[in-house]
Nanobody
Framework: QVQLVESGGSLVQPGGSLRLSCAAS????????MGWYRQAPGKQRELVAD???????NYADSVKGRFTISRDSAKNTVYLQMNNLKPEDTAVYYC?????????????????WGQGILVNVSA
């Protein structure tokens, strides 16, 4: 079974910074893509940033220039560095990964979500 565990969420003042981490564990052959989503109260879940296995990044317009997604492949961990945080960034942040658990005829492609972690930007 593959699991994603997020960490790093907190209460932070506007203008502050946080770094979220998402560590994958279990039987992992490869990871096709990694991403961060968020869901604010009363709103739909939205893409914040994602990163392909080839290193291509994509960001929501609202976070461009402030957030950076990166990964440590050796640790199967993806990060989201968030700078100049704004109250509108307040949300539960979810890690999402496309994970391949085996190869050949035993290959399984999974879409895995973390449990979510709260980021609260408030004075």
């Amino acid at each position: 079974q593959v699991q994603l565990v997020e960490s790093g969420g907190s209460l932070v003042q506007p203008g502050g910074s946080l770094r979220l981490s998402c560590a994958a564990s279990g039987i992992i052959f490869s990871i096709n893509h990694m991403g961060w989503y968020r869901q604010a109260p009363g709103k739909q879940r939205e893409l914040v940033a994602d990163l392909t296995s080839g290193g291509v990044t994509n960001y929501a317009d609202s976070v461009k220039g402030r957030f950076t997604i990166s990964r440590d492949s050796a640790k199967n961990t993806v990060y989201l560095q968030m700078n100049n945080l704004k109250p509108e960034d307040t949300a539960v942040y979810y890690c999402n990964e496309g994970i391949v658990t085996d190869s050949g005829t035993r290959r399984r492609d999974l879409e895995v979500w973390g449990q979510g972690i709260l980021v609260n930007v408030s004075a």
